[in-house]
């Protein structure tokens, strides 16, 4: 069995002359949550139609489940649930009816999936209601039901929270977050709103005007996150000898370029720098450091728009 879901290498889609990815390189490990995080128009959507086979790369190469082979997508596919863009409702039915048309065209046996799919994403009691009459955040729920129809392997979700509530977003992640702890559910989702993401993936990738600027893991960008003070003494041996002992913390970090990440006292950056200073030390950078989620975001694509 691989251990990689889906892995690309230098996959592109070009539409006439524009790119809307260029020679992307993406790793989904099995069992991960991958949040993909890009502005509208940074070519998300492009790369899960491509993920799902509902389009083919212009370049590079594309690996599902351990096979780069184009004839075998449709194996792949059956193993795959994804909600790209819209679901694919028929709004004069309800959602038991919706779902009985998706078990027969994926050839799922028995109608007990049903009950079971609506109960899980909270439609048991849309009753007959047709789906033309439904909320925004209801359609969402009844085609996350169709993804998850068939108890896929690998679950693909394009902006998922569209029209969801704050109750309905929060009953969602915890929905994924149980199928990926209890049933071992790969999931790819994706979203230009890092802060729903953050709760919930376990690993990152950030895309930005068709290119990926950076693939981390939730602990990662947490550490690049943190709030710390950076310093930079002419001794950092001695330095990080000082803040042990006269800071009376250990809650720091030496660099290999022997910079100092200290996560203790990060608002007395004056403190910090009386104890270097008086214990003979030369300081050559004293900084305080760390992002919110969202402004990491901003730094990494340059504060430019989504076109």
């Keep these: 069995m691989s251990e990689h879901i889906v892995k690309t290498n230098n996959l592109s889609k070009k539409y006439k002359d524009e790119f809307a990815i260029e020679n992307i390189d993406i790793t989904i490990k099995r069992g991960e949550i991958y949040g ?96 033309k009459h439904f909320s925004l955040g209801m359609k969402q729920r009844l085609g996350l039901g169709i993804a998850l129809l068939s108890e896929p392997e690998f679950l693909i979700l394009d902006e998922p929270t569209n029209g969801l509530d704050p109750m309905g977003i929060v009953e969602l992640r915890e929905l994924l977050k149980k199928l990926n702890r209890e049933k071992g559910l790969t999931v790819l989702i994706s979203s230009h709103i890092l802060s729903e993401l953050h709760q919930l993936a376990t690993s990152f990738g950030i895309i930005h005007k068709g290119k990926m600027l950076e693939e981390l893991t939730a602990k990662q960008l947490d550490e690049k996150c943190k709030q710390h003070i950076r310093i930079k003494v002419d001794q950092p041996s001695k330095g990080a000898a000082v803040l042990e002992e006269a800071l009376s913390t250990t809650n720091f970090e030496v660099m290999p370029d022997g910079t100092i990440k200290l996560y203790h006292n990060v608002e007395e950056v004056r403190t910090v720098s009386a104890a270097l200073t008086n214990s003979g030390l030369v300081i050559e950078h004293l900084s305080q450091n760390g992002d919110s989620l969202e402004s990491y975001f901003s730094k990494l694509v340059g504060g430019v728009e989504g076109d």
Excluded: W
């Design 36 to 131: 993909f995080i890009g502005q509208n128009g940074a070519g998300k959507s492009t790369l899960l139609r491509l993920v799902t086979g509902l389009t083919f790369p212009t370049g590079g190469t594309i690996e599902r489940f351990g096979n780069n082979n184009p004839k075998e997508i449709t194996d792949a596919q059956k193993r795959m649930g994804a909600i790209i863009e819209n679901p694919a409702l028929f709004p004069n039915m309800g959602a038991y009816d919706n779902l009985e048309v998706h078990r027969l065209q994926k050839g799922i046996p028995g109608k007990e999936c049903i009950e079971k799919t609506l109960e899980l994403v909270g439609l048991t009691n849309a009753g007959k209601k047709k789906t």
